[in-house]
């Protein structure tokens, strides 16, 4: 049975959309746009990580950058309200904005981790950082060559559920839970990598054997 990725947003958005819509309407009424929304939900993000996580108060910052990571639901919320923003321009904003803010979280643990001196841990919350980046690089780039790389184990809110659930649990004094955290995000984005490599590579394959038989039928009508 294969993997459904969306299956904890499809339960969470309904609900979620509910909880936001007031206050997206209040914000669309005061005319607020998705774009600004976005905007400030990026900014909080970065503040909040690389202010709390250096400092070691993990479950705060935890806590916050979750609040914050909820204006992606909101900024939505406020564009269906009538809110002001182009909706080519606003998602590429969302997906740009997005990337800082993964960074930010990442580079906060990074510099958590160095602050005790976990070279380990902080190698492989880097290599997180950096498998990412490619997961969202990979599935982008396809999509600009007209094809699709919508597969993978690790999409961006695994990999924010994984790394803001174990910076929380670690908060909280659980031993072991972030680097193992890491360890595991770390696996599961090489992973997905690898996936969207793959299924890229299989459509081109599928597309040049189309080329050839077409190019092939047609030399032999030729003939």
Known sequence: MAYDRTAM????????TRILTPLGRALAGRGIGPNAVTAVGTLGTVVSALLFFPLGQ???????????????LLDGVVA?????????????LDSTFDRVADAAIFAGLILYF???????????????????????????????LGLTADV???????RLVVAL???FLAGLGVPYV??????LLALASLITVGQ????????????????TGHQTGRQTGER
Do not use: N
């Open 114 to 144: 160095v602050g005790r001196d976990d070279v380990v841990s902080a190698s492989v919350t880097l290599a997180c950082l950096i498998l990412g980046t490619l997961v969202s690089y990979a599935k982008a780039r396809a999509e600009g």
């Open 9 to 16: 947003l499809k339960l969470l958005r309904p609900a979620m």
């Open 58 to 72: 993990l479950a705060w910052g935890a806590l916050v950058i979750t609040v914050f990571v909820l204006f992606d």
């Open 178 to 183: 972030l680097p193992a955290g890491m360890w």
């Open 196 to 211: 969207r490599v793959m299924i890229v590579y299989q459509q081109t394959r599928q597309q040049t054997g189309h080329q």
């Open 152 to 158: 993978g184990l690790a999409e961006r809110p695994e």
């Open 80 to 92: 269906r309200l009538g809110g002001k923003g182009g909706s080519t321009w606003g998602a590429f």
């Open 165 to 167: 659930v174990a910076a």
